[in-house]
T-cell receptor
Framework: KAGVTQTPRYLIKTRGQQVTLSCSPI?????VSWYQQTPGQGLQFLFE???????NKGNFPGRFSGRQFSNSRSEMNVSTLELGDSALYLC??????????????FGPGTRLTVL | AQTVTQSQPEMSVQEAETVTLSCTYD???????LFWYKQPPSRQMILVIR??????QNATENRFSVNFQKAAKSFSLKISDSQLGDTAMYFC????????????FGKGTRLHILP
């Protein structure tokens, strides 16, 4: 069974631009969660989608948004990029919603650098 | 607000030794889940072990075991017979059972297994 895939793996953008990251979950998984990982703040929850609906959202500004498609693939969008958005963005998938604590499987991440 | 604290930013131990990683958390909830995740240098995060708060028995997965002290809000991870492949960043995480609960990660402990 293929694991969680994320594209692209690396991305370089400049301030003010927007970016879209993609996550394909493990086949059959309907829950996709997104995380931001930085040296200073550590791992922070961004949002979770389950069956195309956003179930939960972390404390991030509205510039961070996401969606989930009928095939469970998810995209995350960051508009008006700031230097502080430079981070490793991880997505994770699971069969059940996160609160059900089904095991999450993480992707390799997308390294975003904002110049 | 719920918090997760890992007081050891970095640790080193010799191969085959036993090492314990500390984690404390704060919550007013009675039912919740605790996790230890491992992030090797390749960056793909994996679940090491999970503990349900309502279970008194400490979780064990092969060489990995936890010492869950609910009253003290402590959740330490013990790695027995450590191996070079255990070198990684280890994150402790917490999630409550309410629908709106978000997973919260500690800052992590970087563990080096020395040959």
């Amino acid at each position: 069974k293929a694991g969680v895939t994320q594209t692209p793996r690396y991305l370089i953008k400049t301030r003010g631009q927007q970016v879209t990251l993609s996550c394909s979950p493990i086949s059959g998984h309907r829950s996709v969660s997104w995380y931001q990982q930085t040296p200073g703040q550590g791992l922070q929850f961004l949002f979770e989608y389950f069956s195309e609906t956003q179930r939960n959202k972390g404390n991030f500004p509205g510039r961070f948004s996401g969606r989930q498609f009928s095939n469970s693939r998810s995209e995350m969008n960051v508009s008006t990029l700031e230097l502080g958005d430079s981070a490793l963005y991880l997505c994770a998938s699971s069969l059940a919603p996160l609160a059900g604590t089904d095991t999450q499987y993480f992707g390799p991440g997308t390294r975003l650098t904002v110049l | 607000a719920q918090t997760v604290t890992q007081s050891q930013p970095e640790m080193s131990v010799q191969e085959a030794e036993t090492v314990t990683l500390s984690c404390t958390y704060d919550t007013s909830e009675n039912n919740y889940y605790l996790f230890w995740y491992k992030q090797p240098p390749s960056r793909q995060m994996i679940l090491v072990i999970r503990q349900e708060a309502y279970k008194q028995q400490n979780a064990t997965e092969n060489r990995f075991s936890v010492n869950f002290q609910k009253a003290a809000k402590s959740f330490s991870l013990k790695i027995s017979d450590s191996q070079l492949g255990d070198t990684a960043m280890y994150f402790c995480a917490f999630i409550g059972m309410n629908r709106d609960d978000k997973i919260i990660f500690g800052k992590g402990t970087r563990l080096h297994i020395l040959p």
